[in-house]
C-alpha cells in the first residue's frame, strides 16, 4: 500500500516536473540567444551547441552511474544489517575523474579562445557607429564623409554589412549618472557591458533584412527595464535611401499650419535646451534673436518620425502616444527630472493645445 502511495507520489511530481518544462517552451520569444540571425552571434551558438553536447554526455554518464549504484547496492529486505566492504580511496579512479574533466575544459578552452579573437577583431569594411548609453535611452552616431548624424533607440543598419560599434557610458559630469549599462541584441551578437570612462567595442551583423529586438542586460536604475533598443537591418536599396534622408535637413512646416504653431512651441519653450533639430533655419524670437535647437541631454529629434517607437524604444511612436507622453512624461516612464541631478523628461506642464502642436509638428519630422 505504501508503495502504491510513493508511487503516485513520484508520478505526480513527474507530471509537475514535465508540465513545467513545456510551459517554459511556450510563447514568442523576439530576443531568443538561440536563434542567430548573423555570424557574430551563430559562432557563439555553435561553441554552445557543441559544449551542450559534451555536458549531456557527462550528464547522462554520471547519473546513470549514480541511478546504477543505488538500484545495485540499495538495501534489500532479506539483508542482515551487516554493512558491505568499506573502500577508502582509490588512487587510480581519483586520478581518472580528475584527468577527464581537465582534458574536456582544455578541449573545450582552445575554440572558445579562438572565438573571443575573432569576434573581437574589427572586420574589413565596418559600418562604424558610436553607441552612448544614457538614462535611460541610447543615442547613435554615425559619420558620413565628416557628417555626424544622430539618433536614438533604433540602431540602423544595413544587411549583410559588418558592423563595428564603439560603445560608452554618458558620463554627464555627474556619478550618479555614470553608470553600467549592457548592449544585448541576442539575435546579433552576444552581450558587451557599455562602461563609464571607457570605450568597448561589438561587432553585429544580420544576414537578412529584419527588425531585431534587444535591450540594456546590465541593472542601471530606476528605469532599467524600460532601456530597450531595437536594430532595423535594411536591403542595400532602403540602407541608401535612409542615410540621404538622415543627412537631409529636418522638415520646416509653411507658416500659419499647426505644424509651425508646434514648431514655435519647440523653440519657445523647454524642449529646446535638451533636444536638437537640425532644420537648417534657426528660429527667430519675437526681439529678433536666433534660437538653435542644439541640446543634446535628450535624443536629437532631427527626423524622430522615421523610427518606429521611442522614449527608450518602449512606446509606439504615433499620435496618441506621444500626446500622452508630452502631457506627463515621467507618469509613463520612471524617471527622476526634478531630483539632483536631473535625470529624464520633465512635466512642462503644457496646454492642450500646445501638446497637439508639437505632436503635429513632431511627426512631420521625416
Not at 26 to 47: E, T, V, Y
Not at 265 to 270: E, M, P, S, T
Request: hydrophobic share 45%; with cysteine.
Amino acid at each position: 500500500m505504501r508503495t502504491a502511495r510513493t508511487r503516485q507520489r513520484w508520478l505526480k511530481a513527474a507530471a509537475v516536473l514535465a508540465l513545467s518544462l513545456i510551459l517554459s517552451a511556450c510563447g514568442n520569444a523576439p530576443q531568443s540567444a538561440i536563434d542567430p540571425q548573423g555570424p557574430f552571434a551563430q559562432k557563439p551558438d555553435d561553441l554552445f551547441r557543441i559544449v551542450f553536447a559534451i555536458a549531456v554526455v557527462v550528464f547522462v554518464l554520471v547519473q546513470g552511474l549514480i541511478i546504477y549504484t543505488m538500484v545495485k547496492f540499495r538495501q534489500k529486505p532479506d539483508d542482515d544489517g551487516t554493512l558491505p566492504p568499506q573502500t577508502h580511496g582509490n588512487t587510480k579512479l581519483e586520478i581518472l575523474w580528475t584527468a577527464i574533466p581537465a582534458l574536456i575544459l582544455a578541449v573545450i578552452a582552445v575554440p572558445t579562445v579562438q572565438m573571443i579573437f575573432e569576434l573581437d577583431a574589427e572586420p574589413e569594411g565596418a559600418v562604424q557607429v558610436e553607441v552612448i548609453g544614457h538614462r535611460w535611452w541610447w543615442e547613435y552616431r554615425y559619420d558620413f564623409g565628416g557628417e555626424t548624424v544622430y539618433t536614438a533607440n533604433e540602431l540602423a543598419i544595413p544587411a549583410g554589412v559588418p558592423v563595428r560599434l564603439s560603445m560608452r557610458s554618458e558620463e554627464n559630469n555627474s556619478v550618479e549618472n555614470a553608470v553600467i549599462h549592457s548592449f544585448w541584441i541576442p539575435p546579433l551578437a552576444g552581450k558587451m557591458d557599455v562602461v563609464p570612462g571607457r570605450v568597448t567595442t561589438l561587432n553585429i551583423m544580420a544576414d537578412e533584412p529584419g527588425y531585431y529586438l534587444g535591450q540594456c542586460a546590465e541593472y542601471c536604475g530606476l528605469s532599467h527595464a524600460n532601456m530597450r533598443l531595437r536594430v532595423n537591418a535594411l536591403s542595400a536599396s532602403d540602407w541608401q535611401a535612409w542615410v540621404d534622408n538622415q543627412l537631409a535637413p529636418a522638415n520646416v512646416p509653411t507658416d500659419g499650419t499647426l505644424e509651425a504653431r508646434g514648431r514655435e512651441v519647440f523653440y519657445q519653450g523647454a524642449c529646446v535646451g535638451c533636444h536638437a533639430i537640425n532644420d537648417g533655419e534657426p528660429f527667430l524670437r519675437a526681439d529678433g534673436s536666433e534660437v538653435v535647437a542644439a541640446g543634446r541631454t535628450g535624443p536629437d529629434l532631427t527626423h524622430l518620425a522615421s523610427r518606429q517607437e521611442f522614449a527608450g524604444a518602449i512606446f509606439e511612436l504615433n499620435a496618441e502616444t506621444l500626446a500622452a507622453w508630452l502631457e506627463n512624461p515621467p507618469a509613463m516612464k520612471p524617471m527622476r527630472p526634478n531630483e539632483s541631478p536631473a535625470i529624464g523628461m520633465p512635466n512642462l506642464n503644457l496646454t492642450p493645445d500646445e501638446v497637439e502642436a508639437l505632436v503635429a509638428y513632431l511627426l512631420s519630422l521625416t
